[in-house]
């Protein structure tokens, strides 16, 4: 134990005298305490302004003047996607997704104003969060400084005397282990403290935040076995410095660019023009509501009747046009809901595809479990699509009621011809305060955890892989020093 | 002389990492423009797919429209189909051509509301950046560079020859020149020859060609600078490799997020949220104010319809789509705040593009490219003045309550695909 430790201590000695180790260290903290402080900061900043605009869609809803309910329909509303606490952690896709979605009638919007469309190609660069840092820029520090860690002491024969000295290879090699662990546990730190305060000031929950935490932890530590290993494989350290920077381009930069060209050639997606043209069609196929014979309004009518015991749409008790267009967008929802499951299940399987590859990129796999447990992957930004059109139907259907209920049939025919009527048909503005407002629910931590799961797996599957590099490394060593 | 050029290149391909470098160069810049290409060919054919499907949905309007041949039907349920097609080059620098819409539908009601609608795409898949041949030329290729030279003069002295080598050579820089002649020529076909066959393929101008080929040049012979410099320390391989790495990922990936993160905080957009909420009042709005109010505001942007009939009640296609039209006036100082503040978050990339050479490389082959977000605007207003041309077609049948018949379908706008 006391050998290992001391081999520890060694290395730490011998890397406080090397200035590129220290000035890649020092940097890497620097970047990681800028990111952790400006990405808190923009977190908190657009969470605020979006919930600002949603406050002030919210009031201009419910103050809308006195008017027929389905000028509501359209007049819509307004919802905003809030950004969780962890976002200031790796803000995911949120960039790339639209925060905002017009809600109406007969409609299905996009979201709209991701920043990615807002911003310069700059934004491709990457964005600078903890996350970022430390997936794709300590792996490089920590290769630039752990590549000549064993691979030096055998171009220098100090190896031997250490063997001579009784330190067994094993020994040496688990206190190498813990000397560059130690540096990837000082990188880790800026990101633990961020992670604990978005804990303990920002109420980010706490099973994701310790789950984001063993995930980088994994991760760094793969890197450090990484290194260990190409060290004591290689024959110079020149060359373990470039296979690991080789490793690094291809798992952390190129494969992650690679896969989803590969899932998007294999699952196709539907333009949103096609889409909705799609959906116009279905919707001609299913009735014709511009068709007073088509069949499908008739049947509707002649059920309507029915169900009142009256002859004819005048005696109804209700309005009905608001009892047809509750029925059209019964029809156009359904639609809607259909082909935004198609359209997801496209995108899960093309991004199932992108996290297989994370078998060959730990990156890849990192990446899934950091997205998935901030809250910021793209099933929370479909969750939110879900949501937003689950509302849309609702405040929709409640205001078709309201037209329904609260506006007569004739006067409902009559508002064009009569000014009486035009007046009878603007309902009461209290009526629109009873219109419940938008409330976003994030999904729980255990379904953060869940969809985070496979990542950690895999990252888990590669230490044990390179658990076991460690013991041929080991033996290879025995044999050439 | 041509002797010591061919012995230079027996020397140079005899390198243990010589061979490697230059075929994995060549694999990774085919493969990025098949990729693109591939890319490139599903938006053509997603754009050339749209045609019929728009066609006949067209003409199912057409139909139940034509038989009361009221133009407000026509112009309110048809939607007219917009595309921007990609430019001959964009398949070697995709750019924001995966994040916005290429293909947009609109229609003559308010613009304000259409125009920023966005594709449903992956956002997991385009979050790393796309694989194209701008990427393996701007991250890749310094790094290619790196492996070649770090070792120029070091690697000689480390193996002992430096002495020699000196002593031989009539005229030594000229050895040095022959050395980094051939791996910068070898490099820069491995990575050219690839993009050139397609460019040309795809039928890409000369002079476009030319310059992104003098722009790859350009950054090419900024590394290698770097490489010397670097190396005329006389520090060891390992030293010159390890500060070389360094330097490339500060100049890559850490400047440019810096840079990325600086300029959204000093330019917040925030008016495209504050737009939309503006026009959807103005626009609903438009119901409950008084009529003449509306007319009077509509006729000095359209004095042209200053004499046409208004009804004092009721509902009037002419009314409607006067306030339609005011929506998009009241939300355009915010719509122009927006854009100027895209343009300048755009504007201080290519500054910060001076000072850095992948951000400089990545400016100009995406504006060559026209795949940048100034192309993105471009087609904004290629589809604003499109959506122009809508209103008033429209305008000449509601206004002077002409029929609109299933003929008159086909006489609307065309867009223009130049």
Known sequence: MNAIRLIAADEWRLMRRNRVAMLGLAMLLALSTIAALTSIAQRDNSDAIRAR??????????????????????????????????????????????????????????????????????????????????????????????????????????????????????????????????????????????????????????MPSLMLLGGYAAYLAIWVLLIIIASSLAAHARTALMALIGIWALTVILLPRIAPDVALATNPTLTRLETDIAIQEDLRRMGDSHNPEDPFFTAFKERTLKQYGVEKIEDLPLNYGGLLAVEGEKLTSKLFDDYADRQFAAQRAQSGLKDAVGLISPTIALRRLSMSASGTDLEGHRRFLAQAEAYRFAIVQQLNQLQATKVTYSDDRNRNKDPEAAKRVRIDPENWKAVPDFRYQAPSSAEKIRTALPGLLILLGWLAVLGLGMRLAARRLEATA | MTGMWRHELRLFLRQRLALPTLLLTALLSIASVWAGMAEIARQHDTIARIQPQQAADVAAIAKWVSKEGDAGNAAYYTFHATWDSPSPLAFAAIGQRDVAPYILRVRALGLEAQLYESENYNAELALPGRFDWAFVLTYLAPLFVIVLLHDLKSGEREAGRMGLLAAMARNERALWRRRIAWRLGFLLAALLVPFLIAAVLSGAGALNIALFTLVTIAYLLFWTALCLWIGSHGWSSVTNAATLAASWLVLTLILPALANLAINAAIPVRQGVELTLEQREKIHGGWDRPRAETMQAFFKAHPEWRDTEIPADGFSWKWYHAFQHLGDLAAAPQAKAYRAGLEARDDWSARAGTVLPAVGVQVVLHRLAQTDLKEGLAYQDRVREYHEQLRRFYYSYIFNEAPFKETDFEKAPKWNVG
Do not use: C
Request: hydrophobic fraction near 50%; charge should be positive.
């Open chain 1, 53 to 206: 605009f949603q406050a002030q869609a919210d009031q201009a809803f419910d103050g809308a003047p006195a008017r027929h309910p389905h000028r509501m329909v359209h007049y819509g509303h307004f919802v905003f996607r809030p950004l969780p606490a962890l976002a200031a952690f790796d803000s995911g896709v949120d960039s790339f997704t639209g925060n905002t979605i017009y809600l109406e009638g007969h409609r299905q919007n996009s979201a709209n104003f991701g920043d990615v469309r807002q911003s310069s190609l700059l934004v491709r660069f990457g964005q600078l969060t903890p996350a970022f840092v430390l997936q794709a820029l300590a792996p490089l520090i920590l290769i630039f400084i752990g590549f000549g860690i064993v691979a030096r002491e055998r171009e220098r024969g100090t190896i031997r005397q250490l063997f001579a000295h009784g330190v067994t290879i094993r020994r040496l090699l688990i206190g190498k282990t813990l000397g560059l662990g130690g540096i990837a546990a000082l990188m880790l730190a800026p990101a633990a403290l961020a992670l604990g305060w978005l804990v303990a000031a920002e109420s980010a929950p706490l």
